[in-house]
């Protein structure tokens, strides 16, 4: 990862890896769609409604990966200040809070129907929306200050103090009575998920997580060229001046 | 000590204190922080008075009857251990049926029985074709009314 964080090497990386994550993202969600929708069954409970689950437990997984990505970042900038770090975390947080964004209302449409309720609070729900406020938090802290520095650093305390949340998100269906039901997938004892519908989750767990590394390229190349232009006014304001 | 070493050594030392303190709350509000009681939680510990507070279980097989209008509806919810009788008045989820889970919110009457303002169905961690579930209960693995087997396969005998 430390041969990376030099901006120079990492513009060159990152210009021949983002078609080939763009492409396997279009790829993986368009084969993802075409299983999720046309060649799965219908659940044995839930009917045609289990279907909302392929596009609601990717956005789920990715909504905890990116705040992984965002924390990583702030830890980098915060301990060895990385020149990438801060760029990363700043590119990847309202990515992730577009996923917890989709995860949250994809569940509302799905509790509804199945619950009967489209919101309840019960921990899993919450911890999640505590997600949402995170990412929020940490968007509304970068620009707060009026030097970037000094926002930039309270953003990361925040994103690393955040990380406790995770594992609340991931263990509130086993550590309590939750409406929400416990893990299918990530569990000791194997996913209690029949594989006609465990292959068309997993295409588009894949898709989501090809569509966020490219994204996640894209905004830090183009948070580097603003960088790149700014320093260059700079410089060419001296020269005038 | 170099000053990047000191860095990260004090923000080890603050997040695993940070997790700790989280720890010690999450565990201090356990009880408040369950979205519902069993019925043997509410025999343990007796309802709380008056408060309104949800109830959670299987319905009982066999013991959902409705009013000659049908709009009353009362069942028992189960842990297994112990039972208690619900009425409610209004709309059913989908899911709801015999042997499914369901977590109720309303007031134990002075009767022993539970008023329930709102009933909500809860489904399991199983996903699996309505053919595969149905020859598993065809074949015996599966009984009604029990969880469902892991993944669509048999559950593994102890």
Redesign the interface.
């Known amino acids: 990862m430390h041969r990376f964080a030099n901006p120079a090497r990492f513009q060159r990386f990152s210009a021949a890896a983002l078609p080939w994550f763009a492409g396997a993202a279009i790829l993986c969600l368009g084969a993802g769609l075409y299983f999720s929708l046309f060649r799965s069954p219908a659940d044995y409970q839930q009917g045609e409604t289990v279907r909302i689950m392929y596009v609601h437990v990717p956005a789920a997984w990715m909504a905890l990966f990116a705040y992984l990505v965002v924390a990583a970042g702030s830890v980098s900038a915060l301990v060895w200040k990385h020149p990438l770090g801060e760029v990363v975390a700043r590119a990847a947080a309202p990515i992730g809070a577009g996923f917890t964004l989709v995860c949250l209302v994809t569940g509302s449409l799905w509790g509804k129907p199945m619950w009967g309720a489209w919101w309840v609070w019960d921990a899993r729900l919450t911890s999640v929306l505590v997600l949402f406020f995170l990412y929020l938090g940490y968007m509304a802290l970068l620009g707060a200050f009026d030097d970037p520095v000094r926002g930039g650093r309270a953003a990361s305390i925040l994103a690393i103090v955040g990380v406790v949340n995770l594992p609340v998100i991931k263990w509130s269906v086993d550590w309590w009575n939750t409406l929400h039901q416990p893990a299918s997938v990530a569990r000791m004892d194997g996913p209690t998920i029949h594989p006609s519908m465990l292959l068309p989750l997993l295409l588009m767990a894949a898709g989501f997580g090809f569509y966020f590394a490219a994204v996640l390229l894209l905004r830090v190349r183009a948070e580097l060229a603003a960088r790149r232009i700014r320093a260059l006014r700079l410089a060419a304001m001296e020269v005038e001046a | 000590m170099t000053r990047?070493r000191r860095?990260?050594l004090v923000?080890a030392v603050a997040?695993g204190l940070?997790?700790a303190s989280?720890a010690l709350v999450?565990s201090a509000f356990?009880d408040s922080?369950?979205?519902?009681?069993?019925p043997s939680d509410v025999v343990a510990k007796g309802p709380p008075g008056d408060r309104s507070f949800r109830l959670?279980g299987l319905v009982e097989p066999a013991s959902v009857a409705r009013s000659a209008d049908g709009r009353q509806v009362t069942f028992r919810v189960t842990d297994g251990a112990n039972a208690i009788a619900v009425a409610y008045r209004g709309i059913?989820?989908?899911?709801f049926r015999e042997g499914q889970g369901v977590?109720t919110e309303g007031r134990m009457l002075a009767d022993g029985r539970f008023e329930a303002r709102?009933?909500?169905?809860?489904?399991?961690?199983?996903?699996?074709?309505?053919?595969?579930?149905?020859a598993l209960k065809k074949s015996g693995h599966w009984k009604e009314g029990e969880p469902?087997p892991?993944?669509?396969r048999p559950a593994a005998r102890p």
Do not use: I, N
């Open positions: 990047k860095r990260l923000l997040l940070l997790g989280t999450l356990q922080l369950v979205f519902f009681y069993s959670g059913l989820p989908d899911l977590v709102e009933v909500l169905a809860k489904h399991d961690e199983t996903y699996m074709p309505r053919e595969v579930a149905d469902a892991v993944g669509g």
